[in-house]
Nanobody, 125 residues
């Protein structure tokens, strides 16, 4: 059974940084794409970054390019999201998700097969 557990959320000041981690288990890491999504209050969920652990290729939403970095530690089955220069509009519940295969479309469509419960990030001035 696929398990995804997020950690690292919290409250941070504008311009600050946070690191989110997603611990994955129950599946062969290299056979999936792993992504971070977020959902702000009253907003639809949006995909922000995705990685293919098999070759470390990445895909980012334009609004976070240059500020967020997704990476994977394949030995530990962990995906990390480094978030820098945080803005109030980054406030959201951040969730880790996994989808079998090596195509980006499940991420683009938000149609990932497996989801974590999420962790709250609050950016305040």
């Amino acid at each position: 059974e696929v398990h995804l557990v997020e950690s690292g959320g919290g409250r941070v000041r504008v311009g600050g940084s946070l690191i989110l981690s997603c611990a994955a288990s129950g599946f062969r890491f290299d056979d999936y794409i792993i992504a971070w999504f977020r959902q702000a209050p009253g907003q639809e969920r949006e995909g922000i970054a995705c990685i293919q652990p098999s070759d470390q290729s990445t895909y980012y939403r334009d609004s976070v390019k240059g500020r967020f970095t997704i990476s994977s530690d394949n030995a530990k089955n962990t995906v990390t999201l480094q978030m820098n220069n945080l803005k109030p509009e980054d406030t959201a519940v951040y969730s880790c998700a996994a989808s079998y295969g090596d195509q980006w479309w499940p991420f683009v469509r938000g149609d990932m097969g497996h989801w974590g419960k999420g962790t709250l990030v609050t950016v305040s001035s």
